[in-house]
């Protein structure tokens, strides 16, 4: 995943969650569907599973996923020079899902997590990962708010570190920005280091966030598409960089075991009301099929989508 926008502050939704998966295309992905990661850490195809999300079948894990209780995790890597790390970036999403969902008579299983991550000496590629945590209450009509906590190494082999994404100041987080009360209005993470200039693809997409946010009162059906529209954002000048667009059209990315061919896989949003009620698109944007070099690679069609719907 490249890029996730959000916001904690809409007034009909607690969560509003917009991400991209840019990725080589080669690479064994199972789609979106319920599953428990089971012993190859596939997924089970079980409506009865506690996990929602797609599963990286070469290295185990997820990049994006939420469980039935409502925690949602999402990992962005750093861009870097690639080395050989001895943990999977993608098996920190899959256990917080896990563990958040078992709880096992934790107060805080959030806490507990990030108290494990950080603590643990394991070196990992260089990450951003962030996860939402609903908090409830007595409330009927407004039970559910989140939370947001980063964890990230700044870079591969670094220590983890955690920060919490409430209630920073303006200078805090450059990613983020903050509405008339002084909470976080909206947030946005893609593969930079934490205090690093903003990518133009963040700008862009804060800035696209926000104005669907100046009108709250769309329909689900609506802001469901202009968040996918939003996550298909391209500059009316060809690119340099993946940094500088939002959707990543095919390009050629070199990769051992790969044969190289590099674009938006997926895009996805997850949409949390406050009364509890679950919606998750994970659409398919570029697909491999027998695509040989970057102009024969196929565009998926709108229509190419899983759609889920629960409640926590």
């Not at 089970?44 to 999300?53: A, D, N, P, Y």
């Not at 469980?67 to 999402?74: C, E, I, P, Q």
């Given at each position: 995943m490249c890029i996730a926008v959000w916001t904690l502050s809409h007034p009909s939704y607690?969560?509003?969650l917009a991400a991209n998966r840019d990725e080589h295309l080669d690479r064994p992905t199972v789609p979106a569907q319920f599953h428990n990661f089971g012993e190859h850490n596939e997924g089970?195809?079980?409506?009865?599973?506690?996990?929602?999300?797609g599963v990286d079948t070469r290295a185990g894990g997820t990049w994006f996923g939420v469980?039935?209780?409502?925690?949602?995790?999402?990992l962005t890597n750093i861009t870097e020079t690639p080395r050989k790390w001895t943990s999977s970036r993608g098996h920190l999403v899959s256990r917080f899902l896990l563990h958040s969902h078992a709880k096992d008579g934790s107060e805080d299983?959030?806490?507990d997590f990030i108290d494990v991550a950080t603590s643990n000496e394991e070196r990992y590629a260089?990450?951003?990962l962030v996860l939402f945590s609903p908090t409830k209450s007595d409330n009927p009509e407004d039970r559910i708010s989140y939370k947001a906590t980063l964890l990230t190494n700044h870079g591969g082999g670094g220590d983890i570190v955690s920060k919490s994404l409430d209630g920073l100041t303006a200078n805090s987080l450059p990613s983020q920005t903050l509405d008339k009360r002084g909470t976080i209005n909206l947030g946005c993470v893609s593969n930079g280091a934490e205090n690093l200039s903003e990518w133009p693809k963040v700008k862009k997409a804060r800035q696209s966030l926000q104005e669907i946010l100046d009108e709250p009162h769309l329909s689900e059906e609506d802001l469901t598409e202009r968040l996918f529209q939003l996550l298909q954002w391209e500059p009316p000048v060809?690119?340099?960089k993946p940094r500088d667009t939002i959707l990543v059209a095919p390009i050629h990315i070199p990769r051992i075991g790969s044969n190289g061919l590099y674009a938006t896989r997926l895009s996805s949003i997850i949409l949390i009301t406050h009364s509890g009620d679950v919606l998750f698109i994970e659409r398919d944007i570029f697909i491999p099929g027998d695509a040989v070099d970057v102009s024969s690679v196929?565009?998926?069609p709108s229509s190419s989508q899983r759609v889920f719907r629960f409640r926590i």
């Open positions: 607690a969560l509003v089970s195809e079980t409506e009865i599973g506690h996990i929602l999300s469980n039935r209780s409502g925690d949602v995790g999402l299983p959030l806490h260089g990450f951003n060809k690119p340099e196929p565009r998926a």
